[in-house]
């Protein structure tokens, strides 16, 4: 005997596949919001109008050739190479700002000093992971790297 499909089979079939949908959409939404640590730029159509002049910035900083290789010691002490085009110790200012990736601490500047070989910094790094923001100064230049390590 076959039953008959009714408006309450419908009506039970259409709850079901909505609430399925919903409750998917709730479960992202939890991870996206738990898991996105910030704003990417404060303001998008002012980042739109500055793009160009990035652009150029880029260009001119990929001319240079310099380049900076930040590890961390096993004391977790951040070391900093700073090279030139031909791979020379670069004689520059050196300023690193660290950030969490989550925001979960507070940015730290990390102060430096110079060594024959490199720039190292006077504290160690808290355990974790860190986004470096390097930015290297001379002779009327600037370059800016973004980096990742583990301490």
Known sequence: ??????????????????GLILAVNVIMAR???????GVVVENSYVASQRYNGWLKDAAA???????AVPRVDTRGRLHIVAT?????????RVIVVARHPLGRVPDQRIAL???ATDHIADQALRSG???LHIELISAGHQARFEDEVQA
Do not use: N, P
């Open 129 to 131: 992971r860190w986004l």
């Open 31 to 37: 991870y996206a919001i738990g898991t996105f640590g």
């Open 113 to 115: 000093h110079r060594t």
């Open 61 to 67: 900083q990929k001319a240079l050739g310099w380049h």
């Open 84 to 92: 030139d085009a031909s791979g020379q110790q670069l004689d520059a």
């Open 1 to 18: 005997m076959i039953r008959r499909f009714t408006g309450w089979h419908m009506a039970a079939i259409m709850i079901s596949f909505f």
